[in-house]
DNA sequence: CTGAAAGCGCTTACAG
DNA sequence: CTGAAAGCGCTTACAG
């Protein structure tokens, strides 16, 4: 591959010149710039990005680290980060998780080690003592979605409390008492703040949340379909499910299903997070939806921030609800959009 | 952040002790080891991986454009190339062309630019000359899932023909004769190769294909509408539609609902790429299931092969029809393992 | 076994 | 406006 030596020498300059072009430096002859971009051209010369990253120090990439990419919510989350980076000329490398914490230090060093110019995190976990570490090196580090206490670094996420709340109530009006929700991993913020966000909601309308009506989940399918099982298997089983996010859900249906019951005449079901395919299950999926895409942008914006050396803000927007049939509620007419 | 420098001034040595002992060089005394290490741990230091890049010409980097992160059949694809990726010693950095041509150049370029040692490619279209340009020039290059014809590399990708030829089967034992498809997009050869099977198997037995059962479409949601309305619109409609992907097989149950018909009673529906999700669709849909991990781990296979100086292979595997009851046979038990 | 030195491909003060 | 030179952080023949 042709490099700066071999553009400067077709062009009769000198390699100074030749990167001063390239990076339209203003103090380059007419001439000399006709003649490099000729040059460049003649050999199909493109710089080399490593090189260019060894000597400015930046790579001009974003490190993304997401807990499981089968995850819809997470794989839309990287679509729109990679089109705001784009937008801000950044690339971004995604790590995932697979929500294990010992791959998620795996990519984080990993992508260290490369020297991204910043990292936008959702942790899988309560934070390694590598995540600490990186935090405090001083590698521009934003949280997007779950974020952990103590790691002083900027957090993009979504509030349910309003939207859970809009939820209960909806439960509560079609005459359910019993809810049970299917709680993520204690170690995630998005894993305890559901739940307060329930159990708040269903103190606000006098009832109360057992125990026995709260299942351990770990986001993935397999957790939500046995947290319901145990549900199902109780004397006095709940009238509505509720799981914290999106696998979860699926996997409550499968149990439900595998009863025998219908959903929602037997048992009604919720989820956190809307997917596009909420829309064509038997029944749609009534969800609290994220606004994942402005979530995204707004991650990126703090993150170009911190990395730019402006002042980088942590935002939180309102997820909101949307009532489908398996709540049973009224179903609405939506569409997938693609 | 600490360099080879500092360590080899912390251990009492020079770079290149610390560079041979940080390689697993042989010659390297035991204690000029011991030292170096305690440095190492003392810094905490981490090799820049630039640095290393640029002096050795490999980056350790895999690069994966696939046309669409948010097809779930590429993001299983992706997560199961990223795992092999690793278990071989690289990363791979994910480019998500949207089904554009033009983003697809913009992240091979991108790419490049890095020096990613290899590129894994699943074609939006039908061949830039940039994405010729990088055969040509010698970087390493598989495809996987789509090809295009007429560029000598490895092809790693599922063979539909004998699972479309027993969907066909399956149907016309259930007595239907009027089948329709909706084709990808004509440049990509999974876009042309299933109508050929489609088309192959129906003769066989003796149906017709005509041109107003092709419908015309882009492998996302809002293509498989348009085209399941028109179909919808004939005069004689037809009893199947068989979606060329994932994502258009949805657009096509949206726009039978919308119809107010039922599948798959009123009209049966089957498509391309089995999805969890196709377990928990309102009916569960009929689909041909590609080996996803078996491609995945083949592809990054071959591109190894061709990297490290070894001979690739090819490999075309077998994908199989799953029935479930969209398609009016009987219902499987499956379930999602998500 | 070890170190001094060259060099990977760039960018950027510095001097002119 | 331009070029010679230093240097980013590594690796690796070469000499000892």
Chains 1, 2 share one sequence.
Do not use: C
Not at 29 to 38: F, G, H, M, Q
Not at 61 to 84: H, K, Q, W
Not at 154 to 177: F, M, Q, S, Y
Not at 226 to 245: G, I, Q
């Amino acid at each position: 591959m042709a490099s700066i030596k071999d553009v400067a020498a077709e062009a009769g300059v000198s390699v100074a010149t030749v990167s001063r072009v390239l990076n339209s430096h203003p103090s380059v002859s007419e001439e000399a710039r006709t003649r490099v971009l000729a040059a460049v051209e003649a050999l199909g010369y493109r710089p080399n990005a490593v090189a260019r990253s060894l000597r400015t120090a930046q790579t001009r990439t974003l490190g993304l680290v997401i807990s499981d990419v089968l995850n819809p919510y997470f794989t839309e989350l990287a679509r729109f980060v990679e089109e705001e980076a784009r937008a801000l000329g950044y690339s971004v490398i995604i790590g995932n998780a697979d929500e294990r914490p010992e791959l998620q230090d795996h990519h984080i060093r990993t992508l260290i080690d490369r020297r991204i110019d910043g990292l936008l995190v959702s942790p899988a976990d309560g934070g390694s003592p590598l995540m600490r570490d990186v935090a405090l090196g001083g590698t521009p580090m934003v949280f997007v979605d779950r974020w952990i206490p103590g790691i002083d670094v900027p957090v993009v996420r979504a509030d349910g409390t309003g939207a859970v709340k809009d939820l209960v109530a909806h439960l509560h009006g079609l005459g359910h008492r019993r809810l049970a929700i299917i709680a993520g991993p204690a170690a995630t913020t998005t894993g305890n703040e559901r739940v307060e966000a329930f159990r708040e909601a269903m103190r606000g309308l006098g009832l109360a949340l057992p125990d026995a009506y709260i299942g351990q989940g770990d986001f993935q399918a397999a957790s939500g379909r046995r947290a319901t099982e145990r549900f199902l298997a109780l004397a006095e089983p709940p009238e509505v499910v509720f799981a914290a996010d999106n696998l979860m859900a699926l996997g409550a249906l499968d149990a439900i299903r595998a009863r025998g019951l219908r959903v929602p005449d037997d048992i009604a079901l919720a989820a956190f997070d809307d997917i596009p395919w909420f829309v064509h299950t038997d029944p749609p999926i009534t969800a609290i939806a994220q606004p994942t895409a402005d979530l995204a942008r707004a991650a990126v914006r703090a993150l170009a921030d911190l990395i730019e050396g402006r002042t980088p803000q942590s935002v939180t927007l309102p997820a909101r609800l949307v009532v489908r049939r398996s709540s049973g509620g009224a179903a609405t007419n939506q569409r997938s959009d693609r």
